[in-house]
């Protein structure tokens, strides 16, 4: 079993950035493949970004360009850098865990493992 717990959302105005981070537990982090996904009020949740666990990474084209994936495996850490932020990047954002790389990155729902999610509020 894995345990995720997301820090650093908060309230940022258009054009500025957040960083969020991923803590896991375990002894296997590094061989976990991390994501990102997010889901705004009244939406499904969507995939954001993913990095596998040889350090391939993913984007969701939304995020393209803004959006930055990474991980420290010897701190079990993924995260996500997040500039030139936008109103509609308003949503709470889950960290993801799977030993599968497809399942992770092709399903926004199916990962094995889930954070509780930390709220991203951007302002116009």
């Not at 493949?33 to 993913?50: D, I, L, S």
């Not at 994936?69 to 308003?90: C, F, G, H, W």
């Amino acid at each position: 079993q894995v345990q995720l717990v997301e820090s650093g959302g908060g309230l940022a105005q258009a054009g500025g950035s957040l960083r969020l981070s991923c803590a896991a537990s375990g002894r296997t982090f590094s061989s976990y493949n991390m994501g990102w996904f997010r889901q705004a009020p009244g939406k499904e949740r969507e995939f954001v970004a993913a990095i596998s666990s040889i350090g391939t990474t993913l984007y969701a084209g939304s995020v393209k360009g803004r959006f930055t994936i990474s991980r420290d495996n010897a701190k079990n850490t993924v995260y996500l850098q997040m500039n030139s932020l936008k109103p509609e990047d308003t949503a709470v954002y889950y960290c993801a865990a799977d030993n599968n790389w497809f399942r992770l990155a092709r399903d926004s729902n199916r990962a094995a493992y889930w954070g509780q999610g930390t709220q991203v509020t951007v302002s116009s």
